[in-house]
C-alpha cells in the first residue's frame, strides 16, 4: 500500500525544518523584510548544531548554539537592510553563497573531511512518538505565530510596521526596532531548523545538506501569504511530495525524478496560485469598471 502510516510520518518529519525556516520567513514578510537567505541561515544551524554536538557529546547544546548562530548571522540581513537600507534579495543571496562556502571551508579545517562528516559518537536528538522534540515545537510554534499575529499587541504592532512603517512611527513605534526583532526571531528558528535536519532527520553533516530547502521555505511564505496557517500547508505539501519521492524509489524510479519531484510539486502549486490570484485580480478590475460604466448612464441612457 503506497499511503499508508510511515509515509505520513516521513512526511511530518520532512516538514518540520521547512515549516520552521518559513514561519521565520513569515514574521520578516510581516515586518517588511523579504528574507531569502533561509538557505544560509539553516545550513549555519546545520553545522553549528552537528559540531557542537560532536564536541560537548550534547545534542540539546548543539540545538542551542545553532539558533544562536543562525541569530547572529542573520544580523548581516538586519544591518544591511534596515539600517544601511540595503537591497534585502542581494543580501539574502550574498548570505546563502557564504554559508555554503564557510560551511565547506569549516568542514574541512574543523574536522579534517570533505563531503560529509559521520561519526557514531556524534549524538543526535532523542525520538518521542516517532518524532524528535523540535517536530512538536514546530507544530507548537504555529499556534504561537498565529496568536501572535492576530491578538497580541507585538504581533499588531509588527504588522503596522510592515504595512505602513511611517504611520507606526507616528504613534511611538520603532519600524527599526521590530524589523530587527523580526530577522532575529527568523534567525533562531531557522537554527532550529538546521538542527533539526542534521541531528533529527539524519546525524551528519555534509555539504550544501539543506539542498534547497530554504529556497522551499521561501515559497512557502509566498504561498501562505505569510500566513501561520498557510505557511504550514504550503510545508505540508512539500513535505508528502518528498515523502512520496522516497517512496517512488522504492518501486524503481530513477533517484533523480524522485528527488526532483518535491521542488516541482512545490513550482507547481506556486504557479497554479499564482495565476489564481491574478485571475481574481483582473475579474475584480473588470466587475470594478463595469460597475462604473453602468453607474455614468442614466435609467433613460443619458449620462446621469
Request: hydrophobic share 55%.
Amino acid at each position: 500500500m503506497f499511503f499508508d502510516s510511515d509515509l505520513v510520518m516521513s512526511a511530518l518529519r520532512a516538514l518540520t525544518p521547512i515549516l520552521l525556516a518559513a514561519l521565520g520567513g513569515a514574521l520578516c514578510e510581516r515586518a517588511g523584510v523579504f528574507n531569502i537567505g533561509l538557505e544560509g541561515l539553516m545550513l549555519v544551524g546545520c553545522f553549528t548544531a552537528v559540531s557542537t554536538s560532536w564536541f560537548t557529546g550534547s545534542p540539546w547544546l548543539g540545538v542551542l548554539v545553532a539558533a544562536l548562530a543562525s541569530a547572529a548571522y542573520s544580523l548581516i540581513l538586519a544591518v544591511g537592510a534596515v539600517t544601511l537600507r540595503g537591497d534585502a534579495v542581494v543580501l539574502g543571496v550574498a548570505m546563502n553563497l557564504l554559508a555554503a562556502g564557510l560551511t565547506s571551508f569549516l568542514l574541512r579545517t574543523v574536522f579534517g573531511v570533505q563531503g560529509t562528516f559521520d561519526d557514531p559518537l556524534l549524538a543526535g536528538l532523542p525520538v518521542l512518538g516517532g518524532f524528535s522534540p523540535l517536530t512538536y515545537l514546530a507544530w507548537a510554534a504555529v499556534v504561537v505565530a498565529a496568536v501572535l499575529l492576530s491578538r497580541h499587541v507585538w504581533g499588531l504592532r509588527l504588522r503596522g510596521v510592515g504595512e505602513a512603517p511611517d504611520a507606526a512611527a507616528t504613534l511611538g513605534v520603532s519600524p527599526v526596532r521590530y524589523k530587527y526583532a523580526a530577522v532575529l526571531a527568523s534567525g533562531v528558528l531557522c537554527g532550529l531548523a538546521g538542527a533539526q535536519l542534521a541531528l533529527g532527520n539524519v546525524t551528519l553533516f555534509s555539504e550544501n545538506m539543506t539542498a534547497g530547502r530554504g529556497w522551499i521555505a521561501v515559497v512557502a511564505v509566498m504561498l501562505g501569504r505569510a500566513q501561520p496557517l498557510g505557511v504550514l500547508l504550503a510545508a505540508l505539501l512539500f513535505g508528502i511530495a518528498e515523502a512520496a519521492g522516497f517512496r517512488l524509489q522504492g518501486v524503481g524510479l530513477p533517484q533523480q525524478a524522485t528527488d526532483a519531484a518535491p521542488y516541482v510539486v512545490t513550482l507547481g502549486a506556486l504557479f497554479l496560485t499564482t495565476a489564481r490570484r491574478r485571475g481574481r485580480t483582473a475579474d475584480t478590475t473588470r466587475n470594478g469598471r463595469s460597475t462604473r460604466s453602468t453607474r455614468s448612464i442614466g435609467p433613460s441612457g443619458a449620462p446621469s
